[in-house]
Nanobody, 120 residues
Framework: VQLVESGGGLVQPGGSLRLSCAASGIIYSDNIMGWYRRAPGKQRELVATITWETNTVYADDVRGRYTITRDNAKNTVYLQMSSLKPEDTAVYYC???????????????WGQGTQVTVSS
């Protein structure tokens, strides 16, 4: 399984960016895709996740500003980020967590990360 992220870059405060993450390989439908981030000097933290059925979870500090969506036919997850703040600056990582069946263990895969910098 390979995850390829795109869409990061430099944006001014208040601006918007859209991240994409495409998964390839053998992908089971029982999966959760998500975005995490690591800011300088901090640990990696959850940003948002979305199940195959499009149930979503958001971190408190991005709820209302970020929207996670997915295209199951393309095995791709998106993160639309709006009203960006300097504290959103981080490397954003995509994760795919999946299992072959309800009794099987979850297995996780990570993308290489994409830099998002919010600065004037």
């Amino acid at each position: 399984v390979q995850l390829v992220e795109s869409g990061g870059g430099l944006v001014q405060p208040g601006g918007s960016l859209r991240l994409s993450c495409a998964a390839s390989g053998i992908i089971y439908s029982d999966n959760i895709m998500g975005w995490y981030r690591r800011a300088p000097g901090k640990q990696r933290e959850l940003v948002a996740t979305i199940t195959w059925e499009t149930n979503t979870v958001y971190a408190d500090d991005v709820r209302g500003r970020y929207t996670i969506t997915r295209d199951n036919a393309k095995n791709t997850v998106y993160l639309q980020m709006s009203s960006l703040k300097p504290e959103d600056t981080a490397v954003y990582y995509c994760e795919l967590k999946m299992r072959s069946g309800s009794g099987s263990p979850w297995v996780g895969y990570w993308g290489q990360g994409t830099q998002v910098t919010v600065s004037s």
